[in-house]
């Protein structure tokens, strides 16, 4: 590893962090004021993590990322077991009816989920490669790389009751089995058949008056305006904020709607209170540095010396690129509310040192690969 790491990257995601870290100061204040007294109390705890974070993307990035693939089946396993430890009393934790959050005192809480999405990219990389003569066939290629991602969407939706992990996790699998040499033709017939499902299911489901809460965001995700005082309060509050900004937004710190409008501001919606307050103009060099990173991760998956780093950068690159996409389609009401966050925006103290632990092994592979 003689080339200079990927430094167009790596100012990348320090502007990145920087925006995010200001913008969760901004949008957390009156949040964090009615609930802990203190203005502040959200950022100073980013701030911490982001910093922490850094120092592990630096540590990342100097440690060779190939000593991945000798454990990449004990990290599948170390994924899958973590998800259970929401189940464990006195550890796990229910918020607004889903148990997706491990809680230890003194630490504080945070979402399995994060390190299972980046244990599986390690784990399919590292299985692909292993498995490469094998890609082609249908049962060795498409079917038992499939069979090990069932464990895991199973726990997250039907234990952790978080569908918007399913999606993406069963996402960037696919894409990386498709990089890998997988045949495009399976999953296009296997989509196809799914998405019949999917479309019959809730057709059904509304016409039975099943479904609970996801038909009802379905729903909220036609028409926010129908039920705007319920279900669809957040999609709308978020539309009235990003309507608000206009062209070059209210200014850094006068957002409106984040004054208890919109619940929890500088979580999954924080990207309405940037519109809000830094304008079409704002948005639009956010959006420009998200697609800067995922040039550059694309670039560095090609360049990658083995099939091992490629692969490893493709899942961490359309991990990333996904949620973005995911995040602000939810925002913008294209796509109905899955309760994706922002990366490097949304606040959150594990999801952050994870994601910038993994922007580390990305530049890694970049300093592994030819000069990009």
């Not at 100061?25 to 959200?42: D, E, Q």
């Amino acid at each position: 590893m003689n080339n200079k790491m990927d430094y167009i990257l790596f100012i990348t995601v320090l502007i990145l962090l920087s925006l995010g870290v200001v913008m969760v100061l901004s949008a957390s204040a009156p949040s964090a004021l009615s609930s802990t007294g203190k203005s502040y109390t959200y950022f100073l705890k980013q701030f911490e993590f982001a910093l922490a974070g850094i120092g592990l993307m630096l540590f990342f990035s100097k440690s060779d990322y190939r000593f991945l693939r000798k454990y990449y089946k004990v990290i599948y396993v170390i994924s899958v077991a973590i998800l259970l430890l929401v189940l464990v009393p006195k550890l796990g934790k229910s918020v607004n009816g889903a148990k997706r959050w491990i809680e230890i005192k003194g630490i504080g809480q945070f979402q399995p989920s994060e390190f299972t999405k980046i244990g599986l990219i390690i784990f399919y990389a590292g299985y692909l490669t292993d498995h490469k003569s094998e890609l082609k066939s249908f049962k060795n290629g498409f079917v038992r790389p499939l069979s090990w991602i069932i464990p895991p969407i199973f726990i997250l939706y039907f234990v952790q009751n978080h569908l918007s992990a399913s999606v993406v996790t069963a996402a960037v699998t696919c894409v990386m089995m498709i990089m890998a040499g997988c045949r495009l033709i399976y999953f296009v017939i296997t989509g196809l058949i799914g998405a019949l499902a999917v479309t019959v299911g809730i057709i059904a489901l509304q016409a039975t008056g099943k479904g609970g809460f996801r038909i009802k965001r379905i729903m909220s995700f036609m028409d926010p305006w129908a039920d705007a005082t319920e279900v669809g309060w957040q999609a709308v509050q978020g539309l009235y904020a990003i309507g608000s900004g206009g062209l070059f937004g209210v200014g850094l710190g006068e957002s409106k709607q984040k004054y208890l409008y919109i619940p929890e501001p500088h979580n999954d919606f924080i990207f309405s209170i940037l519109a809000e307050e830094l304008g079409f103009v704002g948005c639009v060099i956010v959006i420009l540095l998200f697609a800067i990173f995922i040039w550059r991760g694309i670039l560095i998956a090609i360049k990658s010396p083995d099939m091992f780093g490629s692969l490893l950068a493709t899942g961490i690159t359309t991990l990333i690129g996904i949620q973005v996409i995911i995040n602000i389609g939810v925002v913008t009401s294209s796509i109905p509310n899955t309760g994706m966050p922002l990366p490097f925006f949304s606040y959150g103290g594990t999801a952050l040192l994870i994601l910038l632990s993994s922007c580390g092994i990305l530049l890694n592979i970049s300093r592994a690969g030819t000069k990009v």
